[in-house]
């Protein structure tokens, strides 16, 4: 049996370990963790050791395996820089840090997270809304394809993001983590708010080729693009066109447009 002496012992020895462990200051433990977190390419990792169960819940609806099999991390994230970290006096189990992304894929990035402290450990805990708004920010200046690759497209967009409030914004991030066809769907929604833009890109687009096939001057592109701007706009072609929601009906259209357009453009 343990004597009284060996308990006190322990109980000592247990004592003076909880007493050097407090002499790290909650701000130093929360930005090694956030360091650390903002670092990891490994999903597993990241989701069964890093973050906390409210934070699987509110991203992933509690799905762990969401979690794993999700985009939440990703290769070459870059180099995180932690600006700031605030604990309050009140609440030492809970720590806001700010940080940005240096090179990477992530390069650009900044904002701030959220982190708590369960049972001695800092997990992340929640992304903050500057924290989202600046991964869509850095991701509409990098498409580089597409329709939204066009700079008014990227302008419209960006305006027509800032314009959400905080729980769309947050919806839209978790469903392009986890549920690409409607987080597609709500992208579109939002470049159907910019519709003389989305026409002047779909436009492009189909008029792209001419220049290259060397077949049309300049000036014909030029005037096809305006051409098929205006009257896209117009007739509202463009949601269709981004979905590919091009139907029989649709194609008649384009047809009629572009008997148009050549007759337009082709000078007296």
């Known amino acids: 049996m343990r004597s009284a002496i060996t308990t006190a012992l322990v109980l000592l020895a247990a004592l003076a370990l909880a007493a050097c462990g407090s002499d790290t200051p909650p701000e130093e433990e929360a930005r090694e963790a956030a ?8 999903p597993k990792v990241f989701c069964r050791e890093m973050v906390t169960a ?15 099999e999700s ?6 994230p870059g180099k995180p820089v932690i600006t700031t970290v605030v604990v309050p006096e009140k609440d030492e189990t809970k720590a806001t840090v700010g940080m940005r992304i240096e090179g990477g894929k992530a390069d650009g990035l900044s904002g701030h997270v959220l ?22 920010d850095i991701s509409i200046d990098r498409v580089d ?3 939204v690759a066009y700079d008014s497209m990227k302008a419209c967009m960006g305006q027509q993001l800032d314009r959400q409030g905080d729980e769309f914004l947050r919806t839209l991030t978790w469903e392009s983590m986890s549920d690409q066809k409607t987080a597609e769907e709500k992208t579109i929604g939002l470049a159907e708010k910019c519709p003389g833009p989305l026409a002047e890109a779909v436009a492009d687009e ?3 080729g001419l220049l290259e096939s060397g077949k049309s001057s300049p000036a014909f592109v030029r005037c096809a693009r305006d051409e098929f701007a205006g009257f896209i706009e117009l ?17 008649a259209v384009l047809e009629g447009l572009a008997a148009g357009v050549r007759k337009n453009c082709s000078g007296p």
């Open 206 to 208: 189909i008029t792209g």
């Open 115 to 136: 982190l708590v402290d369960e049972d001695g450990e800092w997990l992340l805990d929640r992304f903050e809304t500057d924290y989202l708004r600046s991964i869509f």
């Open 235 to 251: 007739l509202d072609l463009g949601p269709d066109l981004i979905r590919g929601k091009v139907d029989f009906g649709t194609v």
């Open 54 to 68: 409210r934070f699987i819940d509110e991203v992933f609806d509690g799905d762990l395996k969401a979690c794993i």
């Open 145 to 147: 394809e597409g329709i």
């Open 35 to 42: 360091l650390v977190a903002a670092k990891t390419e490994d």
């Open 71 to 76: 985009d939440v991390v990703e290769e070459n």
